[in-house]
């Protein structure tokens, strides 16, 4: 059974408040090594999205930039 996207939402704060420093965006790739060590189960696959930033913006509940020269960061809505 599938998960919603939105039952990801705890962990994936959990690992941005491991993650911030003295802005409100977190560089998604932080956040996934974060998740790595906070819960080495965790699959995107299990919220039937093929990436962790699919189940950010699936969710609802993040902000989603992408900046020019690559990068994705977030932060909470």
């Known amino acids: 059974k599938k998960e919603h996207p939105s ?3 705890p962990l ?6 491991q993650a ?6 977190v560089d998604l790739g932080t956040v996934g090594h974060r998740l ?5 189960d965790f ?3 299990t919220y039937d999205c093929s ?13 989603v930039e992408r900046p020019p020269g690559g990068g994705v960061r ?3 809505r």
Do not use: C, Q, Y
């Open 36 to 40: 790595n060590h906070l819960a080495p």
């Open 12 to 17: 994936i704060r959990k690992a941005m408040e």
């Open 51 to 63: 990436k962790l930033v699919t189940v950010v913006e699936k969710s609802g509940k993040f902000l």
């Open 74 to 76: 977030i932060k909470r």
């Open 20 to 25: 911030w420093d003295d802005e409100d965006w």
């Open 43 to 45: 699959d995107p696959r």
């Open 7 to 9: 039952k990801a939402v």
